[in-house]
């Protein structure tokens, strides 16, 4: 038994904070309201504290299998943990490729092992990603994949996109699109831009996202799939979704922390921490994206992590690969840049980490309330810290972030009844 | 404190004072090149490394003889008998050099800014001889090298960078040399070849080569990879030869005595014809020659060099 | 010059400079039995006004011009290696071929002789002079090579604290030779 008391409940579908005491049992929860005293319970004062449903980062790289010296299943939950996550979407683009159903049941026994984070599989559109033949959809739902991305490469071929659309649409799975016109991308390594210019580094324009941000609108009018666009990064793919979604469009919508809080003038120094795909915009686009969060155009805030190893990061910036760890920044980092600055009241910044990505994965989530399933993220917006790599569960180190002072941070995560990350 | 930094890796942010003390240093370097002795005992017992990621004879024999003549011992490793093709990181070859004892290593990498993470990981002063479509310090430095010295000063001349601009490191390098020492850029080039924001540089860009020729004091042709031609940048060698090729009926719309320069080597034909190439007018040749001149003043500036007066 | 130097004596005066530089002139014409072949380098920064001194005194006296040259020796220091930061390169211009030449060299104070050991390398990698001679205004001992002075403007004995500065106008606006206490810039 637990008794987390005097905490600020947030409430996401309401938009609202309560104060009130929460009391655990059997992993799920079975009381709430004010002064709630168990004998025997465990009691965890969280005064001055907000209380939220568990976190969801729908977009996260486990690396397992293939590339377990960048991140494993189990290192990646604990990073979760750490980071306020109960539970996370993993992207299929791992060695094989989660393009099958045994691969995500691997998946799910290695986070079983592991015992902390919900995961939740993705699995691929096409097999092996190669944007050719679209992957077998339904055994990998019944493996428990809950959505289904080529995430790391886009589906180039329009008419395999159109089909997989169709056969998604026909299994009531979401499609989550990385958009990127790879002949527009032509191998550029950053936002092509006056800092592209001045280091001398292939740029990629806005256009490449946006063009295929516009197909695949126009796909998901065709088919009728739910479709969801994956860190969107400029001015004009905000307008496109606002478009259409005033239309009507099933089209949903996430940005990532560092897409809302930096632009490519970190590249500066070449500094590979900072090479990420989409890359990171200008200042206008970071705007864009701030302001389509604040008027629920977005509707995801999800990391992307992708850790890498420091070898691999410490190379020339085109050699080195694309790609960031996020999951121990991410709650942090909204709390200082959206929430501090006015953008997103807390409640919203939990939806937009909660129900919202649940929503759209077909998983569960909701308020906070008796019977419901105790996956708990509890969060002190008033704890300040500098973001220190070395101290990261995740085995990647590569994040611009390091030494950014953060205000807003994740201090108690319990999945299950059972706290898993604790600072409290 | 040294006047210059550890690195020579770009012109970009270099103050005019560091730009003058090289040019200037450069032209008593260029003194010893007339010499029947072209040697100068100065880094006796220095070594220098020229690893070359990318195939240059030009700017590695610049290199090697500023070098020599300074009595430095230069080492040549070249990409293809270099590890990188091993699949070594730059940072280990960066420790491999540092054991070895190198005073300077001069990098040519097909990477932009990887001069910058060798400097990062080695004591020795590091020369960045071009890096991508970054920059080209030393091809920059003796463009104002050879402008100074026919034109007598760099400040208020127009000076018109023609050709590929976004995949030249020269360009770059010019961009930031002629505009810190007081000379207006003009750029020109075919639009898919102009890098984006490049304007924000203070230069101002044209797609009529004519209009960027007009009253300019220094024309320099840029190099024209044809392997762009498959990228799909420019349709084709005849119609790049007649928008953005220099001829003499181009070069009659610059100023009088307008210097023609190129960084070489030539597409002859096409970014430049064979009369203006040999013509009066080009100080082609007269680049390859301040090019030793000014490497000698960084290899001499980047060891020590430069302080002030010593008397006695 | 070091600008917080104590001064304790001056050794020469307007007077005494002009003296002993008209002195030398006559001791090198002599010497050489005219001035045949004959051609003067100074060394920077104080030998150049003082080889161009010299060589008016040589035309005033026998009415023949001299040519004239300017040597710079930074890049054959031997103590580059040493020093934090190398000294700023100036142009070396010797505009007459020096094989066959006699040379003199000249400049103002004489020290340890690496200056002029220096120097001697640098004439000769411009050609192979006949014979090389050296000129100074000041020779204050403490040599570490076996090099001698020629020609001397004034034998003054120094300790190392000491330092011997020679003011010319063409360089510093006052004409004096005097010697200072303090830091020793060599």
């Not at chain 1, 009018?221 to 099933?250: D, F, M, N, Q, Y």
């Amino acid at each position: 038994m637990l008794l987390i008391k005097g905490g600020a409940v947030a409430d996401p579908v309401e938009g609202s904070l309560t104060v009130s005491d929460i009391l655990l049992e059997n992993g799920v929860i079975v009381e709430m309201g004010r002064g709630i005293k168990r004998p025997g319970a465990e009691v965890i004062d969280a005064s001055g504290k907000l209380v939220a449903p568990g976190l969801l980062d729908m977009h996260v790289h486990l690396r397992e299998p293939g590339f377990e010296a960048k991140e494993t299943v189990a290192t990646g939950c604990r990073a979760a943990v750490r980071g306020g996550f109960t539970a996370l979407a993993c992207m299929p683009n791992t060695n094989p490729v989660a393009d099958n159903g045994p691969i995500v049941r691997y998946i799910l026994e290695k986070a079983r092992e592991a015992g902390l984070a919900r995961v939740y599989p993705v699995g691929a559109i096409t097999k092996g990603s190669m944007g050719k033949e679209i992957s077998e959809m339904a055994e990998m739902q019944d493996a428990g994949a809950v959505a289904l991305s080529d995430d790391g490469r886009p589906v180039t071929d329009s008419g395999v996109m159109r089909r997989a659309m169709q056969y998604a649409a026909m299994l009531g799975l979401t499609v989550i699109s990385h958009c990127e016109d790879p002949g527009l991308a032509a191998g550029g390594v950053m936002n092509e831009g006056f800092t592209s210019t001045r280091l001398g580094l292939k740029g990629i324009p806005g256009a490449a996202e946006e063009v295929m941000v516009a197909r695949d609108i126009i796909l998901a009018e065709l088919t009728g799939c739910r479709l969801h666009i994956a860190h969107v990064s400029t001015a004009g793919s905000v307008r496109l979704i606002r478009e259409a979604k005033s239309r009507g469009v099933p089209v949903t919508a996430e940005v990532t922390p560092h897409h809302f809080t930096l632009t490519d003038k970190e590249a500066e120094g070449y500094d590979t921490s900072a090479k990420v795909n989409p890359p990171l915009r200008g200042e206008a686009d970071v705007a864009a994206l701030r302001e389509g969060i604040a008027d629920g155009t977005i509707d995801v805030i999800a990391t992307d992590h992708a850790p890498h190893t420091p070898e691999e990061k410490d190379s020339e910036y085109d050699r080195a690969p694309f790609g960031m760890v996020g999951l121990e920044t991410a709650v942090g980092l909204v709390w200082t840049e959206l929430v501090a600055t006015g953008i997103l009241s807390p409640a919203r910044a939990v939806a937009m980490m909660s129900i919202n990505p649940a929503a759209i994965l077909g998983v569960e989530s909701g308020p906070l309330a008796p019977g419901r399933t105790a996956d708990i993220t509890v969060i002190d917006p008033e704890l300040e810290e500098k973001v220190d790599p070395a101290n990261f569960c995740s085995k990647g180190r590569n994040t611009p972030f390091a030494k950014r002072v953060l205000k807003g941070l994740p201090v108690l995560t319990i999945v299950g009844g059972k706290p898993v990350y604790r600072k409290l | 404190m040294p006047i210059l930094k550890k690195d020579m890796l770009g012109l970009e942010g270099l103050q005019g004072d560091k730009i003058s003390l090289i040019l200037d240093t450069a032209a008593s370097m260029k003194e010893i090149l007339g010499r029947q002795i072209k040697k100068v005992p100065t880094l006796r017992g220095k070594t220098v490394v020229n690893m070359f990621y990318e195939p240059s004879t030009r700017t590695r024999t610049s290199f090697e003889l500023a070098s020599k003549y300074l009595s430095a011992d230069a080492v040549n490793i070249s990409a293809s008998t270099s590890s990188a093709v091993k699949g070594e990181s730059l940072g280990d070859t960066a420790a491999t050099i540092a054991a070895l004892g190198a005073d300077v290593v001069v990098l040519r990498h097909p990477m932009a800014g990887a001069p910058l993470l060798l400097a990062r990981s080695v004591k020795c002063a590091v020369i960045n001889a071009g890096d991508g479509a970054h920059e080209h310090p030393s091809q920059g430095l003796l463009d104002l090298f050879t402008v100074r010295e026919k034109k007598g000063r760099i400040e208020g001349l127009q000076v018109a960078v023609v050709g590929d601009v976004l995949h030249s490191r020269v360009a770059r390098s010019d961009i930031w040399g002629f505009t810190q020492m007081g000379a207006s850029v003009r750029l020109c080039g075919p639009s898919t070849m102009m890098p984006a924001e490049i304007e924000q540089t203070g230069a101002i860009c044209f797609t009529r080569m004519e209009e960027a020729l007009e009253g300019a004091d220094v024309v320099i042709m840029l190099r024209i990879q044809m392997e762009r031609q498959q990228q799909g940048l420019f349709p084709g060698v005849r119609e790049y030869a007649r928008l953005f090729g220099l001829n003499h009926k181009k070069l009659a719309l610059a100023a009088p005595q307008a210097l023609v320069m190129h960084p070489g080597p030539i597409n002859r034909g096409v970014e430049i014809s064979h009369e203006v190439a040999d013509g009066v007018q080009s100080v082609i040749n007269e680049q390859v020659t301040n090019g030793v001149a000014v490497r000698m003043a960084l290899l001499y500036l980047l060891t020590g060099g430069g302080m002030s007066d010593v008397a006695h | 010059m070091p600008g917080d130097y104590k001064q304790k004596a001056v050794i020469l005066d307007r007077e005494g400079i002009r003296r002993a530089l008209t002195r030398i002139a006559h001791e090198i014409i002599e010497r050489n039995k005219g001035t045949e072949n004959l051609a003067l380098i100074g060394i920077r920064n104080r030998g150049v006004p003082l080889a161009a001194r010299l060589a008016a005194r040589i035309l005033q006296i026998e009415g023949k011009e001299v040519p004239v040259g300017t040597l710079d020796i930074t890049l054959y220091r031997d103590d580059l290696s040493t020093l934090a930061n190398q000294p700023l390169v100036r142009q070396t211009e010797v505009h007459f071929p020096v094989a066959g030449k006699t040379i003199v060299l000249v400049d103002d104070v004489m020290f340890t002789g690496r200056t002029i050991r220096a120097a001697l390398d640098a004439v000769i990698d411009l050609g192979r002079p006949r014979l090389i001679q050296l000129a100074v205004l000041v020779d204050r001992g403490h040599r570490e090579l076996p090099i001698r002075s020629d020609y001397v403007g004034k034998n003054v004995p120094t300790s190392k604290k000491e330092n011997v500065s020679v003011l010319l106008d063409e360089t510093d606006g006052d004409e004096k030779v005097v010697i200072t206490e303090g830091e020793n810039f060599y």
